[in-house]
């Protein structure tokens, strides 16, 4: 079975702009979750996906949003980027009757100069 | 007080010997717990995972848990120089759903 996809793996953006990044989760997966990876703050929630439903959402600016597919796909967008922003974003799928267990993509690994 | 606390390390342990990591968190209504090891570079690895009190043995890796104390562990026997990576441990609170929340992981190295 194929594990967690992130589309793209680096990315290099300048302020203000704004970037799209993309999971597909585990075949028959239907839980994505999202995180960003920093140096200084660690591993942190950004928000959960399930039936294309938000379900949680961490202490993250308006600026970060996201969307569920029908398919599971799911993506992440960043508006108006700033350089604090710049960190490894992992996606992070869970099949719902296994307990909450969820398994990681490799990342997208974003910097904003 | 930060919600998962972990020693962040580094830890230096001779190849052979047993690794002995530990975690601490604030929400006593806790449910799940997990370790996930992560080399340099590359994304987060499920190691194991426990629910109830006690111990729970997969491998070369025995995950400890002990609710009252808010306290879980991790031990690696027979360390092997591939062990080493950070170790993250991680929480699902109170709150349940699938917010992990992370501990800031320990540097873990073993010494051949």
């Known amino acids: 079975k194929a594990g967690v996809t992130q589309t793209p793996r680096y990315l290099i953006k300048t302020r203000g702009q704004q970037v799209t990044l993309s999971c597909s989760p585990i075949?028959?997966?239907?839980?994505v979750s999202w995180y960003q990876q920093t140096p200084g703050q660690g591993l942190q929630f950004l928000f959960e996906?399930?039936?294309?439903?938000?379900?949680n959402k961490g202490n993250f600016p308006g600026r970060f949003s996201g969307r569920q597919f029908s398919n599971s796909r799911s993506e992440m967008n960043v508006s108006t980027l700033e350089l604090g922003d710049s960190a490894l974003y992992l996606c992070a799928s869970s099949d719902q009757g296994r307990r909450n267990i969820q398994y990681f993509g490799a990342g997208t690994r974003l910097s904003v100069l | 007080q930060k919600e998962v606390e972990q020693n962040s390390g580094p830890l230096s342990v001779p190849e052979g010997a047993i690794a002995s990591l530990n975690c601490t968190y604030s929400?006593?209504?806790?449910?799940?717990f997990f370790w996930y090891r992560q080399y340099s570079g590359k994304s987060p690895e499920l190691i194991m995972f426990i629910y109830s009190n006690g111990d729970k043995e997969d491998g070369r890796f025995t995950a400890q848990l002990n609710k009252a104390s808010q306290y879980v562990s991790l031990l690696i026997r027979d360390s092997q120089p591939s062990d080493s990576a950070t170790y993250l441990c991680a929480v699902i609170g109170s709150q349940g759903a699938q917010k992990l929340v992370f501990g800031q992981g320990t540097r873990l190295t073993i010494n051949p």
């Open positions: 075949s028959g997966h239907r839980s």
């Open positions: 929400d006593r209504g806790s449910q799940s």
């Open positions: 996906y399930f039936s294309e439903t938000q379900r």
